[in-house]
């Protein structure tokens, strides 16, 4: 909280502010608000004090008693109505909204009516002050209450009910509920696509120049064993060729420091880096630290990103990600100490993971981190790979956190962490990866086994299911192979 | 978003904060977090710790028992929630890193163990600047030198695991989650284990704020001397599960239980009138203000009753006071205000 002196002040102009404060329904943001006008009036008020400290002349006249504290009112619902517009949602005609329905003071109304001509506003206000010192008017001096008053008689004289636009001053909702800030687009779409790059009705913007090819996917949904380990690892229905998730990655390539002037330094780097991702088929998309998207594998093909991996949702499990989920490689390292991504880089990921999830009809349970589902089956360990095992900004995605859940490599496959591998992860585990070492215990107490009887048996269908994941994946990399030999002479595809 | 684990509803143990910013109440009792303003959401850790010397056997059974503990060349330590059952398991009484609702000085570990148990609740901090707000006593009796200290002391580890650390009032805290309706304006008091915080807020600006070092552990301990119990632990069970302040004692426990109970109460009432009557740069108050009680020595049935006949009965009050009520969840308004707190700093 900003430290604050001068409680009489405040009183006054806490009255102000307090009619205003109950348009902020979340307890933070209306805190904030009466904070932070406050404050700012109270700096303001010490400012202007100690600069007229320094003109006794004025202070001696007659107008600066008289003006004074308008001045100061004047200042303060410029505060106030900065401090609104801040926070209230972005569509004029929804704040409108909002404060007829909170029966704000119409002054209130007022203000925001005319918060569009809010340079006219302070330029106003600046003038005010010229006029003030100067001390040439003393007649008509132009104060926030008169116009404040003027405006509200004025306001109250019309039909407050009347909701047609083009009311003078007034600006009415006729957008649709569909364009609020928090407006999810269920659907993204194709808008254009060129040569190299494609566009998506979200603004998402895709590059193709580095695009290749590498074999169609091809997987198998196993089913979740649900404690008991009899259950035949027997696939369900047929082999697969859609993605199912998404799975995010860190390239662990270089970094430049994010300024100017190293601007074409960097994107020499990431041209590096792609090119490597090109040859090396590593995964599906590349997003760079200025936020381009790039495609590099298509998304019906597998790219080499997840290597031992597993992942499950409601309907299955699946094991070997490289075929069943699309590689996004953002272009950062683990370590990076100041920022892991940049803004553009934030958008970009979100951009991405909503044209995927539409496309694909992806569900959020299946948009992971490599870190989350990486094992080493040499030595039945989880995290063979660690990137975004922590600090993953899963909400900016739009995707809910999932270091909240039990990875089904511990909790039904019997994986399991040690010392090193916490260390690694930066001192402690994730929440998820807690739980499920829990929940695998408690499964093997309701199959009246020791915990290390039941590891043994579920690693062991662990590497069955290993088997045939690879199985799935050799009948097809065969088939994609000649089926590619045969379409070499033919155009790639967009 | 919809959250669709894969696994059924998993006791997820140690929740990352999910918006960036925190709220930390450090209680002499409990610790508690919150990333959320919603009570339920809240995670809690007892402030204790009982130390054992070293055994393989030992360290075995706290393994298989999932126990949560630390060891050193010469002690196992069990520390949080663990305490509580380890403690009446080897027969010892847990014992406290704070004291009189400041770090305890005759512990010696008892900055490394806050450090494990707020480890717990709050891990590192995902990104830069994440503001945390902890919760911190105010003012008073046998506080004030120390308090610098105790202050400094979590500030520093706090913003070792990087976060942006702060303090908040504790008493203010409670205003921040109980007062929003009257924006901010009331008096919050939070009656905790080792004290008793209030803060009296004047449109979020706290403009007078105290503390007196009394709450549950002062009564615990008095009601055991003076019926020369071996140890408080059935004074306080008896305290925390059958105490009604709002009927006459029956036994000599409960009378005991109402004698200090009073005695809190009528200390802070008194230090509260003084305190109105000593500060010169409150502004005119123009409204009746709320009063809130929050924490966990507020629990007992009665409690709100009691204190508003004692209030009343130290005849006329210097402000104006429009209700008494009890905080909605009485042991999370602290660790919500400071969430709040927080929140309003997020950009
Ligand atoms: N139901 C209850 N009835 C009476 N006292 C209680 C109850 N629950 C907890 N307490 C007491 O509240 C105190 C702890 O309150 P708390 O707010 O957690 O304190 P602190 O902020 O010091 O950690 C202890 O003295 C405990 O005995
Ligand atoms: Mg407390």
Redo the contacts between chains.
Sequence with gaps: ?IP?SG??T??HY??V??RY??LFDR??????F??HT?ALQTDCTDKLNGWLDRFPLIKQSKLYERHYARLLDLLLYRLIVREINKYLPTSMGERLRLLRQQKAPVAARVYFSFYQARYLFHVAGLAFVVLLICGLCSATVWSAHRVNNYLASRYSKSNPTDTHAGSPGVVYAQTPANYLPDYKPEKVWLVERKDNFERYSNGGRISTDYETDNHQRAYYVLP?TNGAMNVQAKPIGELHHEPAGLLYHTSESDLLPFTADNNESIETHTRGLLEYVRRNRSYNYVIDRFGQIYRIVRDEQAANHAGHSV????QGVYVGLNESFIGVCFETRSDAS??QLTEAQLVAGRLLTQILRSRYQI???DCVVHGLVSVNPDNMRICYHHDWV??FPF?AM????K????P?AI?EFGFTYDDDIIAQV???M???A???L??F?RRAAAANLKTDDLRKQMRERYRQQMELARKSRDTTTDQTESSRALDQTNTPQG | MEEKNQMPANKVEVPLPKSGAVGLDIGTSRIVAADSSDSKLTRTELNAFVAVPASDMIEQVLKQKHMVFERNCKNLYVYGNDSDFFASFMNVAARRPMRDGLLNPQEEQSQHIMQLIVQRLVPRARRNNEVLYFSLPGKGEGVNGKLVYHQAVLKNFLSSLGYNAKPLNEGQAVVFSELQDENFTGIGVSFGGGMCNVSVSFMSMPMITFSIPKGGDYIDRNVTEVLGEANSTKVRLEKEEHLDLSRAPKDDLSRALHIYYEDVLQTLIDSLRAEFSASSQLPKIDRALPVVLAGGTARPAGFLQKFEQMLVAGGEFPIEISDVRMAKDPLTATARGCYIAAMSEMK
């Design positions: 909280m604050r409680t009489e405040t009183l806490s009255k502010v307090e404060a109950h307890p933070e943001i209306r805190l904030r009466l904070n406050l979740h992942w499950a949702d409601k100041v920022e569900d959020d349970a922590r600090n909400a739009g995707l809910s956190d270091y909240q859940v039990a089904v909790s930066g001192g402690a994730w929440p998820g807690v739980a499920a829990a929940e215990d």
